[in-house]
């Protein structure tokens, strides 16, 4: 009887196929060429040293220079002024100042320069910018200048001209010149960014009282004066925020007189 064979097993590792198949190289992958700028090349004429053959040749690269730093910076501020007036866009300022006439009754309220300026400064700096003033006298006014200054070099200017005011017994020229040139400043920085200001909620006509419109006497009395005085009519309804001068809010009537009464002294 035969013994059963005994099979002796190969402990050597088994290899797979894929063990088997031809190792796969990699060659390195090279960066890509990096394009040549002016720097570089201005680097290379001066290395190999300028003479007075090359050196019409370097004060060309050197202008090439100014000019790519010059468009960089650009491109650098406008993406820069595209992000500041998108936060601008959110934010509010108020008309928290009053414009009134020689008897205290409040004629109209507009935003002041320390509501723009408290509010606008720190998101300009936020963004890299900040705001140069100056100034220059006209025959009949003055002109304000901002100077929009980013951090990476470049910079815009703007001017607004307003006419100076009139003196009288309170205010004397300087005041007079002081202040246009303030309403200046005032009326450039709302163009510059397109500011919106408005009455705060708490102090807005339309939100105060039960909304009671002038009398009939009331309406018909404001429409005379404003045909007398030859007062603008759109514009002094605009100013009641009405559409009519039977629906002007009652709480308006006497600012609005106050208005008239000016007029018609400077008539007489």
């Known amino acids: 009887m035969n013994e059963p064979r005994t099979v002796k097993q190969n402990n050597a590792p088994q290899v797979g196929e894929s063990e088997l198949m031809p190792m796969i190289t990699h060659e390195p992958q090279l960066p890509a060429p990096r394009s040549l700028t002016s720097l570089d090349i201005l680097d290379a004429a001066v290395r190999g040293g300028v003479t007075s053959e090359n050196v019409a040749v370097v004060k060309e690269i050197i202008a090439m220079r100014r000019e790519e730093l010059a468009?960089?910076?650009?491109?650098?501020?406008?993406?820069s002024f595209f992000a500041l007036k998108s936060e601008i866009q959110g934010m509010n300022f108020y008309a928290d100042?009053?414009?009134?006439?020689?008897?205290?009754?409040?004629l109209y309220t507009f935003c002041s320069e320390k509501e723009l300026a408290t509010k606008l400064e720190p998101v300009l700096l936020k963004h890299g910018f900040?705001?140069?003033?100056?100034?220059?006298?006209?025959?009949s006014g003055a002109t304000a200048l901002i100077t929009?200054?980013?951090?990476?070099?470049?910079?815009?200017?703007?001017?607004?001209?307003?006419r100076s005011g009139s003196t009288n017994s309170v205010k004397d020229a300087t005041a007079a010149d002081t202040?246009?040139?303030t309403s200046a400043w005032r009326h450039l920085v709302i163009k510059m960014f397109?500011?919106?200001?408005?009455?705060?909620?708490?102090?807005?006509?339309r939100n105060i009282g039960d909304g009671a419109k002038v009398t009939p006497a009331q309406a018909d009395e404001l429409e005379r004066r404003v045909q007398l005085t030859n007062s603008n009519v759109p514009a002094f309804l605009k100013l009641a925020k009405a559409d009519s001068f039977a629906n002007i809010p009652a709480i308006q009537y006497d600012a609005l007189d106050a208005l008239l009464r000016t007029k018609e002294a400077r008539g007489r």
């Open 71 to 79: 468009f960089e910076n650009k491109a650098a501020f406008n993406k």
């Open 97 to 106: 100042k009053a414009a009134k006439d020689n008897k205290g009754n409040v």
């Open 130 to 139: 900040t705001m140069l003033f100056g100034q220059r006298e006209r025959d």
């Open 148 to 162: 929009l200054i980013h951090s990476a070099g470049h910079e815009e200017t703007r001017e607004y001209s307003v």
């Open 179 to 181: 202040g246009a040139t």
């Open 194 to 205: 397109s500011l919106k200001s408005r009455i705060r909620e708490d102090e807005d006509a």
